[in-house]
């Protein structure tokens, strides 16, 4: 059942923290994206939810009255739905869960084919079990990348991490609490779908698959149908679109030609910032280095 609280929360309590670790997640660019923030804002959509971490964020500072939350991301929206309405009964198995975290025969043998076999149809059912088992997979897997082959399957393999913790019961808490809130919706759906109703005075955060910076790197394969340049040339045309609707609309991207070319008029007025992020890139020798990261608004930013 759905319990309603207001929205937002005293901003003396401890920030809630996304309880997945999605791949492009924005935790090391919280500092950034808060500095580049309107200063009102009337709902606040996040199109790309992932793991959400802008609006847990706004949400612990009290800066939250409306939110419409989604992504195309069945496996994921099924999970917040239950985080929000079977929080109990995903307790439980994840309780069940943890004692198989440093098993890598578990991991291959039983939590990924089961993971499989239980296909979601809307991404709206609140399968209790797929939500704990994608949970699982994403703590235990290699890097929290949330990957699937041509038939929809998921092989991330195992990411040797000893016995991690799966879950953290305060935040769970805090975050389904979140979620219950008066004012908060969760869809699954596709970003133009979400933004349909954006009206002037809105905050539209959108934080896309990142355009790669290089042709391996995996950055935009999280879902079957990957992001693709014409998706990003699409989505620019949204961002202006919405800003023309007088919505306040900020992007975050990598720092390549052709997000240069499709933001050109933003970044010629000086709406934007340049952040560093530690990023997982086959292009730096290690795989891993800190490399340049875009924040675009449509609305002029304080000078710094
Ligand atoms: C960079 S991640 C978002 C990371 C998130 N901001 C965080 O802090 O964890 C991009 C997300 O976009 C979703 N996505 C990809 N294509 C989409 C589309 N066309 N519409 C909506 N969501 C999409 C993916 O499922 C993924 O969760």
């Not at 580049?36 to 949400?59: K, T, V």
Request: charged share 25%; net charge positive; with cysteine.
């Amino acid at each position: 059942m759905k319990m309603l609280a207001h929205a937002g929360r005293d901003a003396s309590q401890i920030p809630i923290s996304p309880f997945l670790k999605w791949a492009g997640g924005k935790s090391q660019l919280l500092d950034a994206l808060l500095g580049c923030l309107p200063d009102s804002f009337g709902c606040y959509f996040e199109p790309f939810l992932g793991g959400g971490a802008l609006f847990f964020r706004l949400f612990s500072m009290g800066r939250i009255r409306r939110a419409f939350l989604s992504d195309s991301n069945k496996d994921l929206i099924n999970c917040y739905l239950v985080v929000r309405d079977e929080l109990g009964a995903l307790l439980s198995r994840l309780e069940h869960y943890q004692k198989h975290a440093g098993a890598k025969d578990f991991f291959y043998e039983v939590a990924r084919p089961g993971f499989n076999r239980r296909k979601l149809k809307t991404g709206h059912e609140k399968d209790v079990e797929k939500a704990a088992l994608l949970i699982y997979l994403n703590k235990t897997c290699y890097n929290g990348l949330y990957r699937v082959n041509s038939r929809g399957d998921f092989n991330v393999p195992w990411g040797r991490y000893g016995s991690p913790k799966l879950y953290d019961e305060r935040n769970m808490r805090s975050v389904s609490a979140a979620l219950n809130s008066k004012g908060v919706e969760i869809r699954c759906c596709g970003y133009r779908e979400a933004v349909g109703h954006a009206g002037a005075g809105d905050f539209v955060y959108f934080d896309p698959p990142y355009q790669p910076i290089a042709r391996s790197s995996s950055f935009t394969q999280y879902t079957p149908d990957s992001f693709s340049e014409g998706d990003q040339r699409a989505l620019a045309e949204a961002f202006r679109e919405l800003s023309q609707r007088g919505c306040k609309v900020m992007l975050s991207n990598s720092s390549t030609p052709l997000v240069e070319e499709l933001y050109r008029d933003c970044i010629s007025q000086g709406s934007f910032r340049i952040a560093m992020a530690a990023r997982a890139i086959s292009c730096v020798g290690s795989g891993r280095g800190r490399i340049p990261e875009y924040i675009i608004c449509s609305y002029p930013l304080k000078r710094q």
